[in-house]
């Protein structure tokens, strides 16, 4: 078993629509949980960080982390078609070496 | 968040020779950073993670005499691919930590070796 799972889709939704992105995990050590954002041939960006379980809220984006089933998701409201791309999650345990484990991304698609 | 530059971002070069990839962070400076290779429709996979100043450690699997890093300042590292072939061809990002496993990527580099 893979210590990250995440169904690389692809996943295709119009403009507006609410955009659910889910991962889960092996490790219960990991207590780190990050959600990346992929343009195609471009490096990750950082998207949204928390830290053990609880919900984190950025404008239209929401993390949830659910330590006790070991699922984090990522929640878009009003999607756009400039969310269009590959959204990896990404875990950490507290180890200190900062490695950070990855799904594979799910490719998303927003269509006007 | 911090910028990274990486250069090139696309290489093709013949099998057997080698290939240098660059990583910079241009408005900070970091002791550690990682690099990653990122087969398609697949997931970043670490290769190594090194300190600015000290050899890298690299993640199992991973050849350490083909994949050289160099981690020369607190701005700069570099990635040589020894010997390239075929099954080298892949997506490479570098990042810089930024503390608190905070993560700033490069925008990658494409290596195609023919």
């Known amino acids: 078993q893979k210590e990250v799972e995440q169904d690389p889709g692809p996943l295709s939704v119009p403009e507006g629509a609410i955009v659910s992105l889910n991962c889960t995990y092996s490790n219960s050590a990991f207590q780190y949980f990050m959600w990346y954002r992929q343009y195609s041939r471009k490096g990750p960006e950082l998207l949204m960080y928390t830290y053990s379980s609880g919900n984190k809220e950025d404008g239209r984006f929401t993390a949830q982390v659910d330590k006790s089933s070991k699922y984090i998701s990522l929640f878009i409201r009003d999607s756009q078609p400039s969310d269009s791309a590959t959204y990896l999650c990404a875990t950490a345990t507290q180890g200190g070496s900062e490695k950070l484990v990855f799904g594979k991304g799910t490719k998303l698609t927003v269509n006007p | ?114």
């Open chain 2, 1 to 114: 968040g911090a910028v990274v530059s990486q250069h090139p971002s696309r290489v093709i070069c013949k099998s057997g020779t080698s290939v240098k990839i660059e990583c910079r962070s241009l408005d900070f400076q970091a002791t550690t950073m990682f690099w990653y290779r990122q087969f398609p429709k697949q997931s970043l996979m670490l290769m190594a993670t090194s300190n600015e100043g000290s050899k890298a450690t690299y993640e199992q699997g991973v050849e350490k005499d083909k994949f050289l890093i160099n981690h020369a300042s607190l701005t700069l590292s570099t990635l040589t691919v020894t010997s390239a072939h075929p099954e080298d061809s892949s997506f490479y990002i570098c990042s810089y930590s930024g503390g608190s496993y905070e993560q700033y990527f490069g925008p990658g580099t494409r290596l195609t070796v023919t």
